[in-house]
């Protein structure tokens, strides 16, 4: 309870005109004061009163899967795909949780994704890799081996016509969704990218047989949490 000065109280059947009095000159006399600490608040005395102002720089808003950095190095904020954290792999082979925590719940450092290019593609994106694994079709597993962020080159041919067509690898069915795309010119050299994801995201593998060109029909489907 505030410290109301005595003469600021009354009881029932009191005249008030003298603690509402006291009550005005007590508001006249309130003062406004910021630390040092208080760098974007300005606090101006008027005759007519005090006008305190506040200024805060603008801060990009922390999406799922919010891709910062440049070639050098871009780390990938925390997202979920069906409810898992996927993984980053770092130099020494270790992956770690793009949550930053590890299984025991610490604060860990979360590796950032280095774009190595093998070809001379114009276009690459840092993008979630998803492997069901073969004979183990029970959907996202939040592991390492299965989910994962990671830079690549490639993109089906088919990615556009919806759903993300299956890659096999030794049985697995794998699959890649852009969370962002890296530009590059004609030598190699990186020019900017573009967030694609500002979403968490669900998925779900389709299984199939082959359509009217004796393709794959598998797909995996991706869309907004």
Request: glycine share 8%; hydrophobic share 35%.
């Amino acid at each position: 309870m505030p410290n109301i000065p005595r003469e600021l109280r009354v009881r029932k059947g009191d005249d008030i005109s003298k603690a509402l009095r006291a009550l005005v000159r007590y508001a006249e006399s309130a003062e406004v004061y910021t630390s040092s600490n208080d760098k974007d608040l300005k606090v101006t005395r008027k005759s007519q009163g005090t006008l305190v102002s506040a200024r805060f720089e603008k801060s990009a808003f922390l999406h799922p899967f919010k891709v910062r950095g440049d070639v050098n190095g871009f780390s990938v904020s925390e997202g979920m795909v069906n409810g898992a954290t996927p993984f980053i792999k770092g130099k020494d082979g270790k992956s770690v949780s793009i949550s930053g925590y590890d299984d025991d719940g610490k604060l860990v450092q979360v590796p950032k994704i280095i774009p190595q290019k093998e070809s001379d593609a114009t276009k690459t994106y840092i993008a979630l890799k998803i492997t069901m694994v073969a004979g183990e079709e029970a959907g996202i597993v939040e592991s390492p081996d299965t989910l994962s962020v990671v830079h690549t080159e490639y993109l089906s041919p088919r990615f556009a016509q919806g759903g993300s067509p299956v890659q096999d690898s030794g049985g697995d069915r794998i699959a890649y969704y852009p969370l962002a795309k890296l530009y590059w010119n004609n030598k190699g050299d990186f020019l900017r990218f573009r967030q694609i994801v500002h979403h968490n995201l669900n998925h779900r593998f389709v299984a199939g047989g082959t359509n009217a060109e004796g393709e794959a029909a598998e797909r995996h489907y991706f869309w907004a949490a």
